[in-house]
Nanobody, 114 residues
């Protein structure tokens, strides 16, 4: 059974930074691309960043230049370094395999507020 366990969220002021982690179990982690998503109440889940098995990376326009996705295949973990956080980045952040139907984890709350 595939599991995603997100961590690292918190409350931060605008302009601050956070590093999210997602520990993955139950699948051959290194063989698949991974993505970070976020969701706010009443809105659809949004794809924020993806990293392929060969480390090809893409970002949503809203986070380009501020967020960095990375992966550690030995630790079966994907990371999201978030810098210069803005109020609009406030959301619950999730990781998952793009295009798959794997169940979602509990997510980690990121709140950007002064």
């Amino acid at each position: 059974q595939v599991q995603f366990v997100e961590s690292g969220g918190g409350l931060v002021q605008p302009g601050g930074s956070l590093r999210l982690s997602c520990a993955v179990s139950g699948m051959s982690f290194g063989a698949y691309g991974m993505g970070w998503y976020r969701q706010t109440p009443g809105k659809q889940r949004e794809l924020v960043a993806t990293i392929s098995s060969s480390r090809l990376i893409n970002y949503a326009d809203s986070v380009k230049g501020r967020f960095t996705i990375s992966r550690d295949n030995a630790k079966k973990t994907v990371y999201l370094q978030m810098n210069n956080l803005q109020v609009d980045d406030t959301a619950v952040y999730y990781c998952n395999r793009p295009g798959s139907s794997q169940p979602w984890g509990q997510g980690t709350q990121v709140t950007v507020s002064s």
